[in-house]
C-alpha cells in the first residue's frame, strides 16, 4: 500500500534570529519568562490553574498599585485591553473626552466613537502634553461620562501628567480611562493614588513578556457603572461581568484562558516585583539618562517636550540628510538591533529607541550607542564627541 503523501513541502521548523529589541516593543523576554511558557498545559478549570491565576491576579494590583478586585488580563493584546474599557464604560450616545497627542489617543478616539460615544478630541501637538489646564476646562464645560488619556504616548515618547486630570474628572463624576501599555512596569502607574477608574496594559514593553495578554483593572466605581447600564456590553467576550465570574470565586466558564501566556505573565510580574518597582524604575531613568547623553555627545536631539520625556522610549530626530530607513536596516541587519521609525506626522523624521523592561540595561545602551554611531558614520554623518565617554560619564554621576 502506498501512502499518500502531499506534493507540497512541508516547511521546516522555524528559526527566527536572535535580536537585540530597542524598538517601541516587544521588549527582549529574560529567559525564565520563556521558560515558563514551555511548562505542562493543564486545563483551564485545574485547580492548579486556578492558583497560578490568583498570584497573577494578586500582582497585576501590586503592578498597578491597587486594592480594585478587577485586576486581570485580558486575552489579547494591548488593544484587546483598551476595547475592553471603552465597550464596558460607554454606552451610545455617552460624551467621552479623549487627549489626542499622538496615534494611541487617536486610536482611543476611534474605539470610543465605534462603541457610539460622542467623542470630544481634546488635542496637543505630536511630541507635547496636553496641558492640564486645557482638558479641565473641557471636562468642565461638557460634563462628560469618560475621560480618556494614554499614559506614554509610545508614538511620540511623551509622558501625560494624570493626576490633575482624573481628579477633575471624579470632581465632575467622570470615569478615567488611562492607557498605561508603555508605562507599566517602566515608571510609577498609582493607580489609587491617582483615582484611576479603567486602565490598561500590555505585556510586550515595560513588563518583557511576549505580547499577548492586556493587564487591566477597573475600580468599583467602573463596575458599578457596567452594572447599572441600560444595554448590554456590546462585545460579550470583553464584557468585565462575565470575566469577574470567571476570575472570580464563582469559576464559570467565560473562553478558554490562553494558558501559557499566563504561565509567561506569571514570571514576568514576579521577576518586576523581585527586582522591586522603584528598583526597576530607577534602572529604566539611569539607563535613558545615559542613553540621551550619548545622543547629545553625537549632536542628536530628542522630539518630545523637555520635562516630559518617556524613560522607555525616546524620539530621537533625523538629522537633516540623514535617511532614516537606511540607518534602521543597517542596525538591523549589522548589529542585529531593533528600533522603531515614525509613526503618522513623524513617519521619517524620528527614530524611536525603546529601553524597555529587561532591554533597559546599561550593557544595551552601550552596544546601541556604537552600533548607531557606526550607523550614522556610513550614512556620512561625522561622528561629533564620544558617545560611549558622555554614557559612562552619566553612569558614574548616577
Ligand atoms: C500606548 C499604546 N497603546 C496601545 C497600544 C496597542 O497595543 P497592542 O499593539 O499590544 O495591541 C500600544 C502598542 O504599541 C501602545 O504603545
Redesign the pocket.
Known amino acids: 500500500m502506498q501512502t499518500e503523501r502531499s506534493s507540497a513541502a512541508v516547511p521546516v521548523p522555524i528559526a527566527p534570529p536572535v535580536r537585540l529589541l530597542m524598538g517601541?516593543?516587544p521588549s527582549n523576554v529574560p529567559p525564565s519568562v520563556l521558560e515558563a511558557m514551555a511548562k505542562p498545559v493543564i486545563g483551564h478549570l485545574d485547580p492548579a490553574f486556578l492558583a497560578i491565576m490568583d498570584e497573577v491576579q494578586a500582582m497585576v494590583r501590586q503592578v498597578f498599585r491597587t486594592k480594585n478586585r478587577f485586576a486581570l488580563p485580558i486575552s489579547g493584546?494591548?488593544?484587546?485591553g483598551?476595547e475592553s474599557c471603552f465597550a464596558n464604560l460607554l454606552e451610545p450616545g455617552d460624551m467621552a473626552i479623549v487627549g489626542v497627542n499622538g496615534l494611541?489617543g487617536m486610536?482611543m478616539a476611534e474605539v470610543a466613537a465605534r462603541y457610539g460615544a460622542n467623542v470630544i478630541r481634546v488635542e496637543a501637538p505630536w511630541g507635547m502634553i496636553i496641558p492640564d489646564h486645557v482638558m479641565v476646562e473641557a471636562i468642565r464645560l461638557h460634563r462628560p461620562k469618560v475621560v480618556a488619556l494614554?499614559h506614554?504616548?509610545?508614538s511620540t515618547g511623551v509622558l501625560q501628567p494624570v493626576e490633575a486630570i482624573a481628579r477633575a474628572a471624579a470632581e465632575s463624576g467622570a470615569l478615567t480611562i488611562l492607557?498605561c501599555?508603555?508605562s507599566l512596569g517602566g515608571c510609577p502607574v498609582e493607580i489609587d493614588g491617582w483615582g484611576i477608574d479603567a486602565a490598561y496594559s500590555?505585556t510586550?514593553k515595560c513588563l518583557s513578556c511576549p505580547?499577548g495578554l492586556s493587564p487591566v483593572t477597573f475600580s468599583e466605581r467602573a463596575i458599578e457603572s457596567v452594572r447599572s447600564r441600560k444595554t448590554t456590553v456590546p462585545v460579550w467576550y470583553f464584557d468585565v461581568t462575565l470575566l469577574a465570574q470567571y476570575w472570580g470565586s464563582d469559576r464559570v466558564y467565560h473562553h478558554t484562558a490562553p494558558i501559557s501566556m499566563i504561565y509567561a505573565l506569571h514570571e514576568a510580574l514576579r521577576l518586576a516585583l523581585e527586582e522591586g518597582l522603584e528598583v526597576r524604575f530607577q534602572r529604566h531613568r539611569r539607563n535613558h539618562e545615559a542613553l540621551i547623553a550619548g545622543l547629545a555627545a553625537m549632536g542628536m536631539e530628542l522630539a518630545s517636550e523637555e520635562g516630559h520625556r518617556l524613560q522607555m522610549l525616546n524620539a530621537v530626530r533625523v538629522p537633516v540628510g540623514i535617511d532614516e530607513a537606511a540607518v534602521r536596516r543597517r542596525l538591523l541587519s549589522e548589529h542585529g538591533i531593533e528600533i522603531g521609525a515614525g509613526l503618522g506626522p513623524l513617519r521619517g523624521t524620528i527614530w524611536r529607541v525603546g529601553l524597555m523592561g529587561a532591554s533597559s540595561s546599561r550593557e544595551n545602551v552601550l552596544t546601541f550607542l556604537e552600533a548607531f554611531g557606526s550607523a550614522l558614520r556610513e550614512q556620512g554623518m561625522a561622528a561629533t564627541g564620544d558617545a560611549r565617554e558622555a554614557a559612562l560619564a552619566e553612569y558614574g554621576r548616577s
Not at 493584546?77 to 484587546?80: K, M, V, Y
Open positions: 517601541p516593543g493584546t494591548g488593544s484587546a483598551m494611541f486610536r494614554v506614554a504616548e509610545t492607557d501599555v508603555t500590555a510586550q505580547p
